[in-house]
């Protein structure tokens, strides 16, 4: 039995997607993790978590079989970088990606 993709989305995707972000904010903008953790409204424990990979390692590997899926979440990474997105707009992106996931037949 599949399950459905609304919840492979939030069991795996959401949190690798959040995993990616603090990656990138921390790794490839030197940001603290304390800041990364209020860009993304998150906690600092959250971040942690998914920096030691004890969080949204499962949902990596779904996310980086479709390069149109990490280029948004590049997108994202750089519109929080430059002020132009907040938490509230997560869901957005977060359907965003998964529309490009089930068009790539990542999931069904």
Known sequence: MTKPPCMVIVRYVLP????KLARELIERYG?????AAEMLGITQAAVSQYMN???????????ETSKNAEAVIHELVEKIVVGEFNVDQEVEYV?????ILRKDGVIT
């Not at 690798?16 to 995993?19: G, L, W, Y």
């Not at 940001?31 to 800041?35: C, F, G, L």
């Open 16 to 19: 690798a997607i959040r995993a």
């Open 31 to 35: 940001y603290r993790s304390k800041d």
């Open 53 to 63: 990979s004890k969080r949204g390692q499962q949902g990596i590997n779904i996310i």
């Open 95 to 99: 359907c965003k990606i998964c529309e």
